[in-house]
């Protein structure tokens, strides 16, 4: 059972991190990774990226990030209380 309720999970984060990249870049025009890695990182992977955060920008995608992790903080508790994970 730990092993399928690490797999539900697993699959809900990333589904979950999908959908809200994919809702954020369609709100804004841009995805919500640049704030979570370094600017050295960033412009190592994208040299040429056109995107200039300031401060309301990287606080938007950390709001993005943020709002995400308590969507799915349901449906974790449920997996719990079905027996599937044991987080509590």
Do not use: C
């Not at 954020?24 to 995107?51: E, I, N």
């Not at 719990?80 to 994970?85: D, N, T």
């Amino acid at each position: 059972m730990q092993i399928a309720g690490i797999i539900m999970a697993m699959l809900l984060f990333f589904g979950g991190f999908l959908l809200a990249q994919a809702i954020f870049f369609h709100h804004t025009g841009r995805t919500f990774w640049r704030a979570m890695v370094p600017a050295v990182f960033r412009y190592t992977l994208l040299p040429r990226d056109g995107v200039q955060l300031d401060s309301f920008m990287v606080m938007e995608e950390y709001a993005a990030l943020l709002l995400m992790g308590a969507f799915l903080i349901l449906p974790m508790i449920a997996l719990s209380v079905m027996g599937f994970l044991s987080l509590f």
